[in-house]
């Protein structure tokens, strides 16, 4: 697998992978497979900052006059990208934020970062009580989305499925002869069990009629509106667009934002619609479980429990759906 990796990096392709800096495991860009992190159950991050950044550039301009000169991103200087060792719910979360950025209009942006993007994912070997990727359609080892999924092996060996064309072209010459057919591997028996807590149906049908309900108010108690279980998630793709502008010129940038921040909804006469920090809870729960799921048949939510690790107030998404689920 190192020999692997280390040809891809000579490649002079963009290789990120899990990287760890004292207690921290995140994604980063990286110079040699002696970087890549081992012995972790998730990144802190998701790998959604290498197709939708926290911040870029849509265009820049420049005036003279009356005269305005606007330059687009040239978008063929985005280098080609693997993102190796990414989890299976982290692959699910590039279709929902695919669907949202190709909804309405074709995000030129999104689409070429995506399209120079190459996934290896890598089966859960372990999991722990924050994982639901099971209750929303995923699994430790969903091949769903991957160009290719690597199950490490007790004997030092790993199971490599090449899944996409993109995949098969990572396969380089000089270890296609290292490999073996891999018939009568049950690769279930080396993965994570992650228990089934609820289905997204479930969810779906209790959230018909329940935006009076006083479960929000009940679930959002603690919460401080910080926005970090936004900036974790995969799927989020709440966006903020600001000018930066002098007198010659400028820039219009985009940025992550969340609807958990009282200012999200705020409104230029200053009306807000979601006062309440109840609102803007139940505004996230229902975008990804039932606005998402009419209007672009995807659910906002991968299972990978990141939202409910970085909470600072211990909310946990888990337990919130649970309840929902068993709600009258």
């Known amino acids: 697998m190192e020999q692997w990796l280390g040809s891809l990096i000579k490649s002079g392709k963009r290789v990120v992978a899990p990287v760890k ?65 990414l989890h299976p719910c982290d692959v699910a979360g590039l279709e929902p934020l695919g669907a949202i950025f190709n909804w309405d209009y074709k995000d030129s942006l999104y689409n070429a970062r995506r399209a ?24 430790p080892g969903n091949t769903d989305g991957s160009d290719v999924q690597v199950t490490m092996l007790p004997d030092g060996d790993a199971l490599v499925e090449l899944i996409s064309d993109k995949g098969k072209a990572l396969l380089t010459d000089d270890i296609k002869g290292e490999t073996s057919s891999a018939d009568g591997i049950d690769k279930e028996k080396f993965i994570a069990k992650v228990e089934k807590k609820f289905t997204v149906d479930e969810i779906i049908k209790k959230l018909e009629g329940s935006f009076s309900s006083p ?7 603690r919460c401080l509106g910080c926005g970090a279980c936004a900036y974790v998630c995969p799927t989020c793709a709440c966006f903020d667009i600001q000018e930066d502008s002098h007198l010659h010129g400028g820039r219009r940038v985009r940025s992550w934002d969340s609807c ?31 606005y998402m799921p009419e209007r672009l048949h995807v659910t ?13 107030v211990d909310m946990n998404l888990v337990e919130h759906l649970t309840e929902i689920a068993s709600h009258e």
Do not use: M
Not at 55 to 79: C, H, M, Q, R, W
Not at 121 to 131: G, I, K, L, P, W
Not at 215 to 221: A, G, K, L
């Open 21 to 85: 800096h004292d207690d921290i495991v995140d994604f980063a860009v990286i110079s040699s497979p002696a970087q890549v992190a081992d012995d972790y159950v998730q990144t802190r991050l998701s790998a959604k900052q290498y197709v939708f950044p926290k911040a870029e550039v849509l265009f820049s301009y420049k005036k003279d006059g009356k005269d305005v000169t606007i330059d687009d991103v040239n978008t063929d200087e985005f280098p080609e990208t693997v993102l190796w060792k």
């Open 116 to 139: 120079k993007t190459t996934l290896v994912t890598f089966a859960c070997a372990a999991s722990d009580e924050y994982c639901f990727c099971a209750s929303v359609g995923g699994g």
């Open 215 to 221: 479960i929000w108010q009940e679930q959002s108690d």
């Open 260 to 290: 958990g921040f009282s200012l999200f909804t705020l409104h230029t006469g200053g009306y807000n619609p979601r006062t309440t920090q109840s609102a803007r809870w139940r505004q996230r729960v229902l975008h990804k479980f039932s």
């Open 300 to 312: 906002g939510c991968t299972g990978c429990g990141r939202c409910s690790r970085a909470c600072p």
